[in-house]
Structures are given as structure tokens and as C-alpha cells.
């Protein structure tokens, strides 16, 4: 599980809680960005999410339930290796868009990983592996959890997420427009999980280029890091 949001008034800014269970994680600033990663048995410490200094941003929800067409199929790009592209500036968001437009976009066996990806510019782009993708040009606000905004009534889950979504969504819609890093943690502190616990909750103030993130859910310990 997880929450991506995303806010365009006088600053645009990024939202984004990490759902985890059973997995190693860390925070890792940088100067080329600040990236959560996760330890993974074969391929080691993998930068999965977190911005980046050309003020990227990296979000990748688990959709459920799980869409078989976007099982790993022949000339297809796995929208893991996508996400890790635009975290690391070897892609840009146009990019990934043309390969997600074009249909080249899959995910892992058994798991649909979807992509919430925005710019600098505050554009999002969320990609669903074997259903497709919508790109929004700097939106007001938008929301994602843990079903596809693609096909919201495919199926049903209960990880899926659409009471966070709609509690998220409304405070987005309702928020003033000097909208700031608190009023995003209040967002996020609302949305996050304790079965399937929240991990790190990041604020990406693209605006002033500067991260903001706390750990376990302790709110009062958060941490900045600012891109010069």
C-alpha cells in the first residue's frame, strides 16, 4: 500500500507515504537526490522512490488486485526499471511517457506496480502496466493509492485504498492556496497505515527544491534536505 499526492497552487509540492511489510528500507540524501531504498536479495540496495535534483519525483503504488496484462511480456520495459531511470536522470518524464503511450510498459509477475511519477514543472504522469497511462499538465491536485485510475471498478481489494484516496483527494481539493509542507504532512499523517505499516512519509516542496521526511511515523522528527 501506499499514497502519492500531489499539489499545484502557489507551490507545487509532493506527497508521498511508503506502505512496506517484511522489507529493509533506507533513506538516502544525496546530492543527485534523496532516494528510499530497498534491500532487495539479488540486486542489493535499489533506489526505488524519492526525488531527485532535477526535481523528479518517484512514486510507485502496488495496484490491486493484480492485473494479469501487465505480466513481463517480450518488448516490454518494466516499470520498475522505468521508475529507477527517472529517479537517476537517465530518462525523462517525456520518456517514460512515449514508452507508456506506446503500450511497452509491464511489471512483475504477479504484482502490477503502477508509476506516479511528476516533474520539476509539476506535470504527473501515472502509469498502469497493461492498462495504459494518464498524463496530467500541472493539476491542482491529484491522489493515488492502491487501485488503478485507469479502471477504478476493476475488481475488488481490500488494500485497495479508496477511503484514503477520497479522505486525500477531499483534503487536497478543500486546501488553501498557500498550501505548505505541514498541511501535506497532515495530509499523509491521516493516510497512513499501521497492518501494512508506513514507513517513511516524504514531502517534496519542488518549489524551494528542498525534501522533508520523517521515518516510522514520527512526526515530530523530520528531516530536510535541500538541492543547491
Not at 40 to 46: K, L, R, S, T, V
Not at 145 to 174: C, I, K
Not at 203 to 212: A, E, L, Q, S
Amino acid at each position: 500500500m501506499c499514497t502519492s499526492l500531489v499539489s499545484n497552487r502557489r507551490k507545487t509540492l509532493i506527497g508521498w507515504n511508503l506502505d512496506i511489510l517484511d522489507m529493509e528500507y533506507r533513506v538516502r540524501p544525496t546530492d543527485a537526490g534523496v532516494f528510499i531504498e530497498i534491500n532487495d536479495a539479488a540486486e542489493g540496495w535499489m533506489p526505488l522512490f524519492g526525488a531527485n535534483a532535477r526535481g523528479d519525483f518517484v512514486g510507485m503504488p502496488t495496484c490491486w488486485p493484480h492485473d494479469e496484462r501487465s505480466d513481463p511480456q517480450p518488448g516490454r520495459i518494466n516499470v520498475i526499471n522505468l521508475d529507477i531511470d527517472l529517479l537517476l536522470r537517465k530518462r525523462s518524464l517525456s520518456d517514460i511517457r512515449k514508452e507508456a503511450e506506446a503500450g511497452r510498459v509491464c511489471s512483475v509477475p504477479g504484482l502490477t506496480f503502477m508509476g506516479a511519477l511528476s516533474d520539476r514543472d509539476g506535470n504527473l504522469l501515472q502509469v498502469v502496466p497493461g492498462q495504459g497511462c494518464r498524463y496530467l499538465a500541472k493539476p491542482r491536485c491529484a491522489v493515488m493509492t492502491n487501485f488503478s485510475p485507469l479502471e477504478p471498478d476493476r475488481g475488488v481489494h481490500p488494500w485497495m485504498g479508496r477511503d484514503r484516496y477520497e479522505t486525500a483527494l477531499a483534503r487536497l481539493e478543500t486546501a488553501p492556496d498557500d498550501l505548505d509542507v505541514p498541511g501535506v504532512f497532515t495530509i499523509l499523517r491521516e493516510a497512513a497505515q499501521t497492518v501494512c505499516p508506513t514507513v517513511v512519509s516524504m514531502v517534496f516542496d519542488v518549489t524551494d527544491m528542498t525534501v522533508y521526511w520523517c521515518e516510522e511515523q514520527r512526526w515530530d522528527e523530520i528531516r530536510v534536505h535541500r538541492f543547491l
